[in-house]
């Protein structure tokens, strides 16, 4: 956002920057230009007037006089200014002109000019002189020489622009310079603007992201900027805390019902059997089911309390051994593998690998995986567990990776991409599963005890059949620590 406010800001200043600049680069073109056509406009007329006399009276020893003073004045002012000026008769040959190679006005760039003096008045100001044209651009002035209301002759100066075009140049250069400073300066001001506007919008877009993702603890700090966003800043701390506060209540009620639950529940349980020892027989299957539902309805208590400790669980995350971990849980489950014909197969990685991860937190979470996925089953097959790095680093030579993810896939009947989009949800189970024992919380509770140390639970399809879950941690440096263990 940052970048797309500055560029708008940037856009609207070099558009008012060129508005502004254009015009008086071309102000300060003509104006230089003009300062030129004025001083040889002045010297033109000064040398019509110097040439009234020898060509009106024309013959006599003052005309022959001031013809040679007329010629004089001439050379001397094209050798000291370098502008080349001369005297023409009516049909444009050349009276007195220097340089001397010059012996037509009627011809070249001075015709034009030329001509309009012949109608007895002053040619027009010469085109805009501009610092890209060539070397051989001229400024052209012609004035009337006219006695008793005749034109008897034209003075013609040609000026080189080299020097205008520089000055032109020169000024251009400096309006640039001044415009670029201007520019430097309002990027300055529109960073600090940007950022005075924007921190906080970044700052609630960051605690947003961080509520999102289960740090409901965080809030935007007290910072500048508009009064609005600051407004907006400590309404949004209000509505975390009320948000915060309602699922605490929340998970205090699921936490206190699961617990209060227990004991009428045990009792009832008591009472059940007391009340099974009086039943005449043939009523044993019915209360075989009685049975059966007290215990699954004590597994659901058992698991809402899980459930709720794990969500208030604090971030308590350090460098864990994730192989040594993983090895130490699937010992512990290898018993109950066996007694159920199904293969718990582990594969270590060739080097340890590190995450940040809460030892108790993730040794509960992949309990719950390996327990759905001894489940799910069937004897005979196998659940396969790997532990691989994000970034492909396998090694410890490759650094910290982006993260280490555990996979455990099972040879179980799977589940369809609807059921794929569901599956972690409370109480959620597959209708092709229902006659599997469970509450429908186990993965949860794996869910939230991860999303609490900064993790993530995955799940995806396992070729040819079976669900492969991926319990997803962040990367830290691997450091010593017990091998992985022998594979079972």
Known sequence: MRTRLLGILLALL????????????????????????????????????????????????????????????LRRYH????????????NGRAVHAYPTTWQNAATGLSADPFREA???????????????????AQLVIASPVVW????????????????????????????????????????????ALTRWVLRPVH????????????????????AGGPPELRRLARAFNEM?????????????FVADASHQLRNPLAALMLRVEALGMELPEGHEAELTGVRVEGRRLAQVLDDLLGLARAENAGPVVAPTDVCALVAERVGGWHALAHERGVRLEWTPPLAPLAALADPVGLGSALDAVLDNALKFTPRGEAVRVRVTALDGAGTAAAGRPDGVVVRVSDSGPGLDEEELARIGDR???????????????????????????????GFEPHHPRGLTVMLTLPGAEAGPGPGPGPGH
């Open 14 to 73: 070099v558009a008012v920057l060129a508005a502004l600049g254009v015009p008086l680069a071309v102000s300060e073109a003509q104006g230089e230009q003009q300062l030129v056509v004025v001083d040889r406009i002045d010297d033109a007329a000064r040398f019509a007037a110097l040439a009234q006399n020898p060509f009106g009276q024309a013959g006599t020893p003052t005309a022959e006089e001031q013809q040679r003073e007329l010629d004089s004045e």
């Open 203 to 222: 700052d609630l877009d960051t605690v947003t992201h961080d509520i999102a993702t289960g740090r409901l603890a965080s809030r935007v700090a007290p």
């Open 118 to 136: 012949l109608d007895g008045r002053r040619s027009h100001d010469p085109a805009q002189a501009w610092p890209w044209e060539g070397a051989g």
């Open 240 to 252: 975390a805390d009320h948000v915060e506060e309602v699922l605490d209540q929340q998970r205090a």
């Open 79 to 90: 050798d000291v200014y370098g502008v080349a000026a001369g005297v023409f008769d009516l």
């Open 427 to 457: 109480f959620w189970r597959s209708p092709r599963h229902q006659n599997v024992d469970g509450s429908g919380l186990g993965l949860s509770i794996a869910r939230a005890l991860l999303a609490a140390n900064g993790g993530a639970l």
């Open 148 to 191: 008793d209301g005749d034109v008897v002759a034209v003075i013609v100066t040609e000026s080189p622009t080299d020097a205008l075009r520089a000055r032109i140049l020169t000024g251009w250069l400096w309006l640039i310079g001044g415009e670029a400073l201007a520019i430097l300066f309002a990027v300055g001001a529109a960073v």
